[in-house]
């Protein structure tokens, strides 16, 4: 929790001190917002893009990587 709360917020200040961005992050504390929450701040935002940042753990040191996950009212395989 802390590491992606401060992962969030590095992200917001490098997107914002490009110029190109307006960021908002859905909390700025350690408190949970349930995922519904988190979209209806975003939309409410105005948002072009909502990414929800996570931290996984595995019990295998040799395993690495990361997931992707998407998701779209119109979802395809294409």
């Given at each position: 929790?802390?590491?992606?709360?401060?992962?969030?917020?590095?992200?917001?200040?490098?997107?914002?001190?490009?110029?190109?961005?307006?960021?908002?992050?859905?909390?700025?504390?350690?408190?949970?917002?349930?995922?519904?929450?988190?979209?209806?701040?975003?939309?409410e935002?105005?948002?072009?893009?909502?990414?929800?940042?996570?931290?996984?753990?595995?019990?295998?040191?040799?395993?690495?990587?990361?997931?992707?996950?998407?998701?779209?009212?119109?979802?395809?395989?294409?």
């Open positions: 929790k802390d590491i992606t709360l401060s992962t969030a917020k590095e992200l917001k200040a490098q997107l914002e001190a490009t110029g190109r961005y307006r960021v908002s992050l859905t909390r700025s504390r350690d408190v949970f917002i349930r995922l519904r929450d988190r979209v209806a701040i975003a939309r935002a105005g948002a072009d893009l909502f990414i929800s940042l996570h931290a996984d753990s595995i019990g295998r040191k040799g395993v690495r990587g990361l997931s992707v996950y998407t998701l779209s009212d119109k979802a395809t395989d294409r």
